[in-house]
């Protein structure tokens, strides 16, 4: 079992340009998670998805970030138009239905 | 919605035991999870318990849970350097005694162990 794998570990990138992030979440696992790690807000939840359908996306913070999940084993966050407020960790995470939660080792998103 | 409280530091020697508190506001059946993150690194689950149980112990961890003042604690014995690091509270609602959607984390707390 490689545990929940997200690409890219680092990325920099210039304010306005789009940034894709990438997640595989462990093989038979239904539940997606996405979190953004800051000094300021602690672990806030994004977005997560039951079976690829998103359940709960209130804690995106704006129309520039979106999520998909197209298939059970692999999910995106994308930022058009980063900011550097943007800069932070993300993490993703899966579940199984009655299962725990893995976390995969997160992005360090850079915006300058 | 779910809320979950945690001390921010926490300073101990090296030997002695460690106790991190966190309190959370949800009613409802759910299960209340330690994680531990080093500089750097992801999140790793430490112990996890369900909350019609009152207390669990794992190895050098002992998670005590008082359900009447929704108080989690997690006892660190014989506490060592390589057990410093932020460790977070987290609960997610359960169904018939079944763990389903979202985590929810307290702010985390610094425990650094002194030599």
């Known amino acids: 079992d490689a545990g929940v794998i997200q690409s890219p570990r680092h990325e920099v990138t210039e304010m306005g340009q789009e940034v894709t992030l990438r997640c595989k979440p462990i093989?038979?696992?239904?539940?997606l998670f996405w979190y953004r790690q800051t000094m300021m807000r602690g672990l806030e939840l994004l977005i997560y998805?039951?079976?690829?359908?998103?359940?709960?996306d209130s804690g995106m913070p704006e129309d520039r970030f979106s999520a998909k999940m197209p298939n059970a084993s692999f999910s995106t966050l994308k930022i058009q138009p980063s900011e550097p407020r943007d800069s932070a960790v993300y993490f993703c995470a899966s579940k199984r239905t009655g299962g725990n939660y893995t976390f995969g080792s997160g992005t360090r998103l850079t915006v300058v | 919605g779910e809320d979950v409280e945690q001390s921010l530091f926490l300073s101990v020697r090296e030997g002695d035991s460690s106790v991190i508190n966190c309190t959370y506001t949800?009613?409802?059946?759910?299960?209340l999870y330690w994680y531990k993150q080093e500089p750097g690194a992801g999140l790793q689950l430490l112990t996890y318990?369900?909350?019609?149980?009152d207390m669990k112990q794992d190895q050098r961890l002992t998670v005590l849970l008082n359900k009447k003042d929704k108080h989690l604690s997690l006892r660190i014995a014989d506490t060592q350097t390589g057990d410093s690091a932020i460790y977070f509270c987290?609960?997610?609602?359960?169904?018939?005694?079944?763990?389903?959607?979202?985590?929810?984390f307290g702010q985390g707390t610094i425990l650094t162990v002194h030599p």
């Open positions: 998805f039951n079976n690829n359908v998103p359940i709960d």
């Open positions: 949800d009613s409802s059946s759910t299960y």
């Open positions: 093989s038979g696992h239904d539940y």
């Open positions: 318990i369900f909350s019609n149980m």
């Open positions: 987290a609960e997610s609602p359960s169904w018939g005694g079944t763990s389903y959607g979202k985590l929810t």
